[in-house]
């Protein structure tokens, strides 16, 4: 019922469902890192501030983050665990969230998930993003959909379909 899933395991096509691509760019980004005895580097809190340009205009604008990090080697060959409060604004509404992701130094850079619930003019909306690469300027793909983000057990709540 407006879902097709394809035998061969490509894209899902659903006409409630907007996929997305773009890019965000954090310029000047230069956090104070603490150091453990053990070498073990933290940043918490650290007031981030990027711009997200994408081909869908509700999930473009300012990108803020509330961003935490705990890194095991050092910053240019290292590995570590992130996670942060988002918000992402533009003239529509807003978007609230949490992301949770990974870092791999030098190569791969940031892998981070972000589930945000859309307030505003996106109210009722829901948005996934996957941002990938290395800042100043990271990959962004995502997709837009009706409903709740899923909860921390994993269940979605979507609105019925009329039929």
């Not at 604008?61 to 509330?66: D, I, M, N």
């Amino acid at each position: 019922m407006g879902t097709e899933r394809p035998v061969d395991g490509g894209p899902v096509a659903d006409e409630a469902v907007a996929r997305v691509t773009g890019t965000r760019a954090c310029p000047g980004a230069n956090p104070d890192w603490t150091t453990d005895p053990d070498g073990t580097r933290h940043l918490r809190d650290y007031a981030l501030e990027c711009t997200d340009r994408t081909d869908d205009p509700r999930v473009s604008g300012t990108h803020t983050a509330s961003a935490n990090m705990d890194v095991w080697g050092t910053l240019d060959a290292g590995a570590g665990v992130q996670w942060a409060s988002v918000r992402l604004e533009n003239a529509g509404g807003a978007w609230d969230g949490r992301a949770m992701g990974v870092a791999s130094l030098p190569g791969r850079g940031d892998t981070i998930v972000i589930w945000y619930k859309g307030t505003g003019g996106y109210a009722g909306l829901s948005y996934f993003e996957l941002i990938t690469g290395s800042p100043p300027t990271s990959k962004i793909q995502g997709q837009i959909f009706p409903g709740d983000p899923p909860d921390a057990v994993g269940r979605v709540t979507r609105p019925r379909l009329r039929t």
